[in-house]
């Protein structure tokens, strides 16, 4: 049986969902199967479209109402977020899927629509051969603890500092 570790991507420079799902593309390259929840987003980029033509593979759910930057959380932000909470820990633990992926699950237990304890609880019952990844700013010190792997993306230098937006196909 293959072993499954689990990995951070955190910090606050770009690349931590990229990373992920370049990780989800590499495992579907070699015929495994990953279950990717993204909490907080609602609005499918241009990967979406790549990941329904490997839905063999890539299954992909969004669990989120819109982006939360400095503002208070809904009721609905909340239940959405709860409710995939609530799906991700059944594809877990139906070892349907050798990788997971909680997309943003740090930045939502930052603004208190999951909790830290949510997520440990996720990392306790893993099965040991699913490889469980935790993307978003804020990751939590006891996550971050739980975790095999961490890495930490720093901002040293953005062009959306000199005016540039979110271009389709590169941020979004």
């Avoid at 932000?77 to 899927?97: C, F, H, P, T």
């Avoid at 997309?103 to 099965?127: F, R, T």
Wanted: glycine letters at 8%; charged letters at 30%; one cysteine or more.
């Amino acid at each position: 049986m293959r072993k499954g570790y689990v990995q951070v991507y955190t910090g606050n420079g770009k690349g931590k969902t990229t990373a992920a799902l370049g990780l989800a593309v590499r495992a579907a390259g070699a015929g495994m199967r990953t279950f990717i929840a993204q909490f907080i987003k609602k609005k499918k980029c241009s990967e979406h479209a790549l990941l329904e033509e490997l839905n063999d593979r890539i299954t992909i759910r969004q669990y989120g109402k819109g982006f939360l930057l400095r503002k208070k959380p809904s009721a609905a932000d909340i239940q959405a977020a709860k409710a995939g909470y609530q799906q991700v820990k059944e594809k877990l633990l139906s070892r349907e899927y050798e990788v997971v992926i909680l997309d943003e699950a740090n930045v939502a237990v930052h603004y208190g629509l999951i909790s830290a304890q949510d997520i440990l609880d996720l990392i306790a019952v893993k099965p040991k051969s699913v490889e469980l990844v935790i993307t978003g700013r804020y990751a939590c010190d006891q996550v971050v603890a739980a975790a095999d792997l961490v890495t930490e993306m720093r901002e040293v230098k953005h062009y959306r500092q000199k005016g540039v937006e979110a271009r389709r196909g590169i941020e979004k």
